[in-house]
């Protein structure tokens, strides 16, 4: 299985910050990686698709980028509904995978 | 919008088999690939597997072979069954769209648009 290797595992960050998470695949992925956002108690919601295609009504203070196997998430003014955990999942190779998360904290 | 609801027992006893169903509202199951996903308390997010609309379904290897994904298009839903529980199956399942077939492409499955809302299975005697 292809391995999500995610960092930091959490970050203390405070509102209007910018920050940003890597995930780093275990081997060539293409562009073929998500971001999910998720609330404590509550269902992941999908960011990002394709590296750096945002779902329909997702804030454009989210972004993705990549280069090579390193990808990143960044928000670039963090509001405060965006304290939560934050999981990348790559969908290259069966089975899909996820990184093991991020939690932003104040 | 499409609305994704789990339904199922939130006690399953060790050693038993474990069902859950996924209600699709608000849009159509066909031409849908469906999704299981479950996180374990505390963790990280395991994908089950899959089924498509017309009954194929893939599973993931490194969860051995109790698993089977059934769907019921005349009910709009599609259905998880575990057997064999044990305290590690106990986590939240959720059901999740994959992507879609049209007349030219395919979308990839394991892309996850949409998700219910989980459904925590505790598996204890």
Known sequence: DIQMTQSPSSLSASVGDRITITCRASQVIGNYVAWFQQRPGKAPKSLIFATSSLQSGVPSRFSGSASGTDFTLTISTLQPEDFATYYCQQYNNFPPTFGGGTKVEI | ?125
Do not use: H, M
Not at chain 2, 48 to 58: C, T
Not at chain 2, 99 to 125: K, M, R
């Open chain 2, 1 to 125: 919008q499409v609305q994704l609801q789990e339904s199922g027992p939130g006690l399953v006893r060790p050693f038993e088999t474990l069902s859950l169903s996924c209600s699709v509202s608000g849009g159509s199951i066909t031409n849908y690939y469906w999704n299981w996903i479950r996180q374990a308390p505390g963790k990280g997010l395991e994908w089950v597997g899959y089924i498509y609309y017309s009954g194929s379904a893939k599973y993931n290897p490194s969860l051995g072979g109790r698993f089977t994904i059934s769907v019921d298009t005349s009910r709009n839903q599609f259905n998880l069954r575990l057997t064999s529980v044990t305290a590690a199956d106990t986590a939240v399942y959720y059901c999740a769209r994959g992507g879609y077939c049209d007349t030219t492409t395919c979308y990839s499955p394991i892309t996850f648009d949409a998700w219910g809302q989980g459904a925590l299975v505790t598996v204890s005697a």
